[in-house]
């Protein structure tokens, strides 16, 4: 699922933030290459074909507002890299964060949407008194095209 250029506008907008060239381009392709989760370095190369002139600090510095701003979100797979992703507003009616499953063999991530943690989540607050606002998700494994090839 794609959002227009009018709808990242209008969420700019919301926040109260200016709409300028590199936050709509840096959400632009955060959202086209959503399964990516890409690195600061791999969105600079993307925003830079279509604005050569924006430097990697702008990137930097737009990410973090947008994370701020809970548009883009932070993920941390466990590579040594930080990686970025749109944000949840973008999966429509249901507001959950996919979970990654990361293939030890290939190191792809794939992303998984189905939940299932309501129970525990109930569980987690009613044995502990915690009430969970989010949760973050992965599982570690072997995808199934490596495990095809290893037939
Ligand atoms: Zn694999
Ligand atoms: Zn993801
Ligand atoms: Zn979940």
Redesign the pocket.
């Known amino acids: 699922m794609s959002i227009s250029k009018e709808e990242f506008k209008e969420m700019l907008k919301e926040k109260g933030l200016k709409v300028t060239n590199q936050r709509l381009l840096v959400l632009e392709v955060l959202a086209d290459q ?2 990516r ?1 890409m690195t600061a370095e791999d969105i600079y190369e993307l925003v830079k074909e279509d604005y050569p002139e924006i430097g990697l600090a702008t990137i930097y510095r737009t990410l973090q507002l947008l994370l701020e701003m809970q548009l883009v ?1 932070r ?1 941390n797979l466990d590579d040594g890299c930080i ?1 970025y ?1 749109i944000g949840e507003f973008c999966d429509g009616e249901n507001k959950h ?4 499953l990361i293939c030890r063999t290939c190191g792809k ?1 794939l ?1 998984f949407k189905d939940d299932l943690l309501d129970e525990l989540e109930a569980h987690i607050e009613e044995a502990m008194g915690f009430h969970v606002l989010d949760h973050e998700l992965k599982f570690y494994g072997q995808c199934k095209e490596c495990r095809e090839k290893k037939k």
């Not at 964060?97 to 990654?100: E, K």
């Open positions: 959503r399964d989760h979100d993920i990686r992703e964060h996919h979970h990654h991530v992303p």
